[in-house]
């Protein structure tokens, strides 16, 4: 998401940087670029505008105008103001331990409402809530099916009433009475949706709404849909009175209009970005570290944050020692390969590293059945093999591309593509951390 308008806003800002001395009119070029970027990702015409213009104000300025590098100064007051766009600051959901907790989620049909629901679950019981899920759509066919389906993919009880003629209303009333007499501390509510905002949904929703006091009521946005999208924010804001919206999708082609415009129009803080199919994949909405991705500036903390969910400290500090101690093998490979697996799509980690954008581009071309090729072959060697590849000679290589289906070639390519991981490894344990240039293409055999 947002590639398109991260490439339009940097050959913005690339001109506007190369000038040495800017004036009004260089000032209202740019910017009309940048309104056309803007309105090219779907971005509701009355955000562009008002966005653009509050941009003008600033960069219009003496100050700017008088800088030594006034294109970088634009540069600052594009992400500052695209950081208010999209709500200054996190916003925490009213969600709280030593009480029991209740969500509403609504949405449209097709708006990842269902799998929403699953991914909230998950995200509160690692805090340490015990989540309740309760189905509330009995109308579209498979939906109580795919809440039970999820929610077992994240160890979370389903509420579910399945007769014939059971209405919402009556599931929801006794979903609460299970919770509290089981002692959940977070009841997560599904809703029906429709393909489109009608009248019946509606009138459902706040009848569901007026029946209990609930702690947020989220709406569930495809940000595939665009401006389609904040009209149906407007929409559900207005007549049921949302509190917080759940940005879903982002990891696919959308242009990014729906994460631009629904705060600006409704006044509704985004809580949550969906951004992978995983059910880990549910992070909390960053103004500043969006405005960060949007204008490929990467996500630093984001990506801290992934890690340290996905290593564990005692084990990074075992493997940085081995690395020093040039005791890397096929065993810690397999194992980095695979939880830098769980953190997302190769591509998409990389995007949050200052920089790595075009690195990014180059994975997203990589085949994803490369990693299991990798798998197969290390699973085909010795024990004594994995932990001494020095020991590897040709016809082990031999017996190793029989067993895991593979060519000759392509061991010896996976032996080399390890001799450079290591020289990487080694590079990052030097360097802080920081990623030499073209060695994430190299690990996976690219030059």
Known sequence: MFDRLTETLQVAFNRLKGMGVLN???????????????????????????????????????????????GQQIVKI??????????????????????????????????????AAAKLANYYKKQGFRPLLVALDVYRPAAIKQLKVVGSQVGVEVFTREEEGVKPLEILREA?????????????????????VDDEMMSEAIGLKN???????????????GQDAVSTAKAFNESVGITGCILTKLDGDARGGAALSVREVTGVPILFASVGEGMKALEQFHPDRMAGRILGMGDVLTLIE????????????????????DGFNFEDFLNQMKQVQKMGPMSQVIKM??????????????????????EAMILSMT??????????????????????????????????????????????????????????GRMMGRR
Do not use: C, W
């Open 24 to 70: 009004e009119k260089a000032v209202d070029e740019g910017l009309r670029e940048i309104r056309r970027a803007l309105l090219d990702a779907d971005v509701n015409f009355k955000v562009a505008r008002s966005f653009t213009d509050r941009i003008r104000e600033r960069a219009i300025g003496e100050d700017v105008m008088k800088s030594l590098t006034p």
């Open 78 to 115: 594009v992400r500052d103001e695209l950081v208010v766009l999209l709500g200054e600051d996190a916003v925490d959901a009213g969600i709280e331990k030593g009480k029991s907790n209740r969500v509403l989620l609504v949405g449209l049909q097709g708006s990842g409402k269902t799998t």
């Open 176 to 196: 609460n009475q299970h919770a509290k007499d089981k002692g959940f501390s977070l009841v997560i509510y599904d809703t029906a949706g429709r393909t489109t």
């Open 211 to 225: 029946e209990l006091e609930f702690d947020e009521v989220m709406l569930v946005i495809d940000a595939m849909t």
């Open 306 to 325: 992934k890690a340290e969910e996905e290593f564990d400290a005692r084990e990074a500090e075992q493997l940085r020692r081995k690395i020093e101690e």
């Open 353 to 374: 590293i200052p920089g790595m954008g075009k690195i990014a581009k180059q994975l997203d071309e990589v085949d994803p059945k490369e990693y299991r090729r990798i």
């Open 383 to 440: 024990l004594e093999e994995r932990r001494k590849p020095s020991i590897i000679n040709n016809s082990r290589r031999r017996r190793i591309a029989k067993g895991s289906g593979m060519k000759h070639q392509d061991v010896g390519r996976l032996l080399n593509q390890f001799r450079e991981a290591k020289k990487m490894m080694k590079k990052l344990t030097k360097m802080g951390g920081m990623v030499p240039k073209g060695a994430i």
